[in-house]
């Protein structure tokens, strides 16, 4: 019996998808449920399993083809996997695993489990993949990338002819064709610059005391949640509470409508080796401290290994997003529609401030909010902003619902 690999059924914010990889060649025999080619589409990269046990019989689409929904990928043959039994002992009788004992020895196993299976089934070693992950690790992302760049792309100047690497004085150019998440991304932000009236206001916090609670409370907090409490939870909730109070800046534009929506779903603005994503918090309002720094390291998490699944991404009310990470002292981040305003967290810096006459340290913020004009007036922004001020300043406000 045969069956059909077909694309899935694609949200309608998605209208295509692009074959980054197949994972298994005509002849192969595959398993129920075993992932047999990754799709990347403008927000995250899919993965299309076997519907059955069997062997691929016949691929349709090559890897770089732009496929849609339901489009035909490939024709698996059912209960033929006991005829190839070649198959399971030709790696065996291989000696290229052996011979390269760096690939499992120490490679593979800071792999995630995605990304053993991809570098297994393609015969890649980890260790000639730069890795976009912490601390240097190879991601899944990582090693589709090197196999759609033709499994060279570590290694340019290898690629490169002699008199290129011999001349002094050259001025090599390599010319990369964006990721599909890249060029969506470059088109959402020119969609942003040219449909919303963009302003942005700005703002300094004193984090002391909010720095003060996390030396308090954070290894008891570790301990009873099995979590660290970092900063992005203040903010969350601290734009929550503002939110409720400034209905206005969590609304959307839908035509010559606003929408207002008394629930609020906060996209966390999280990064890969592909670009900024945004996985949502729903109803984050409702969410305590330790869910929320939870949902974000599960977030990050799925991010760097090519998890996110499309539901993720999907929604949102208000976005957050924190150049700080990096060192930005200073932004305008870019309003995510058709929501109309994002809040831009920025690096902590010890500055001289003063306080009841006294110069001081403190641990201080900029923060910025970039908001739609049509809708949301510079009062509404800049008290938004003042609110979320206050909170941080005095965290017992959150508390209180001040």
């Avoid at 009873?224 to 992005?232: E, F, H």
């Amino acid at each position: 019996m045969a069956f059909e690999v077909k694309v899935p059924v694609l949200p309608e914010s998605v209208s295509d998808a692009t074959i980054a990889s197949w994972h298994k060649k005509p002849g192969d025999a595959v398993k129920r449920d075993e992932n047999l080619v990754d799709l990347e589409t403008d927000k995250v990269v899919l993965e299309v399993p076997s519907p059955a046990d069997g062997v691929l019989r016949e691929i349709k689409q090559q890897t770089g083809a732009t496929v849609i929904s339901q489009q035909l990928l490939a024709i698996i043959e059912e209960g033929a996997v006991a005829a190839t039994p070649a198959l399971a002992a030709k790696p065996a009788a291989t000696p290229t695993p052996a011979a390269n004992p760096r690939v499992s020895a120490v490679k593979t196993t800071e792999l995630s489990p995605a990304g053993q299976r991809v570098a297994s089934e393609n015969k890649i070693d980890p260790a000639q993949v730069p890795g976009s992950g912490r601390g240097g690790q190879v991601t899944k992302e990582d090693l589709v990338n090197f196999m759609r760049s033709g499994d060279q792309a570590a290694t340019p100047a290898a690629k490169a002819p002699a008199s290129a690497q011999a001349t002094p004085g050259t001025r090599p150019e390599e010319r990369v064709t964006m990721t599909r998440m890249r060029a969506k991304i470059a088109e959402r932000l020119m969609q942003s610059k040219n449909s919303i009236a963009m302003l942005t206001s700005f703002n300094e916090i004193n984090l002391a005391k909010v720095a003060m609670m996390r030396k308090q409370l954070g290894e008891a907090f570790e301990k009873t949640n099995g979590i660290k409490l970092g900063y992005m939870s203040f903010f969350v909730k601290a734009a929550c509470e503002a939110l409720k109070r400034h209905p206005i800046v969590n609304a959307s534009v839908d035509g010559n409508d606003v929408i207002y929506h008394g629930y609020q779903d906060i996209s966390v603005a999280v990064s890969t080796d592909k670009g900024l994503v945004t996985p949502v918090l729903r109803n984050a309002q409702n969410m305590s401290f330790a869910d929320i720094e939870k949902a974000i390291a599960v977030f990050a998490k799925q991010a760097r290994e090519g998890g996110l699944k499309l539901e993720d991404l999907q929604g949102g009310t208000f976005t957050i997003t924190n150049g700080g990470t990096f060192g930005s002292l200073f932004s305008t981040p870019i309003v995510n529609p058709p929501q109309s305003a994002i809040l831009g967290m920025h690096t902590i810096k010890e500055r001289a401030v003063v306080e009841n006459g006294t110069v001081v340290a403190a641990p201080m913020m900029y923060v910025a909010i970039s908001y739609d004009h049509r809708i949301i007036d510079g009062k509404d922004a800049v008290l938004f902003l003042v609110d979320i001020k206050n909170q941080l300043e005095n965290p017992q406000r959150m508390l209180l619902g001040m």
